[in-house]
């Protein structure tokens, strides 16, 4: 299974960026997607997760209105849309995959990509 993440980089406050995760190794329809973030010192936390038809999303707090989960299962790939970035979204965003949770706990995921970084500038 891999899980690769991509479209992280640098951007300035106010600015917008689209994560992908492309997957493979799994059957990709059936698996919840989850996208979790870890900031420099901090613990990895929930950003938020779809399920395999993606007609369920579910989001933290701290990206509500701004952030966007959607997927494409025809191309095994799960997207993050994340705008009006401010500096406290810096960190590696990871993306996650499992067949039963979609929740917020980073325990229950099965699978895991490696991170895509993204920076926001003040």
């Known amino acids: 299974v891999q899980l690769q993440a991509s479209g992280g980089g640098l951007v300035q406050a106010g600015g917008s960026l689209r994560l992908s995760c492309a997957a493979s190794?799994?059957?990709?329809?059936?698996?919840?997607m989850g996208w979790f973030r870890q900031a420099p010192g901090k613990e990895r936390e929930f950003v938020t997760a779809?399920?395999?038809?993606?007609?369920?999303?579910t989001y933290a707090d701290s990206g509500q209105g701004r952030f966007t989960i959607s997927r494409d299962n025809a191309k095994n790939t799960v997207y993050l849309q994340v705008n009006s970035l401010k500096p406290e979204d810096t960190g590696v965003y990871y993306c996650?995959?499992?067949?039963?949770?979609?929740?917020?706990?980073?325990?229950?995921?099965?699978?895991w990509g490696q991170g895509t970084l993204v920076t926001v500038s003040s």
């Open positions: 190794g799994i059957t990709f329809s059936l698996y919840n």
């Open positions: 779809i399920s395999g038809s993606g007609r369920r999303t």
């Open positions: 996650a995959a499992d067949l039963e949770s979609s929740g917020q706990n980073s325990g229950q995921y099965a699978y």
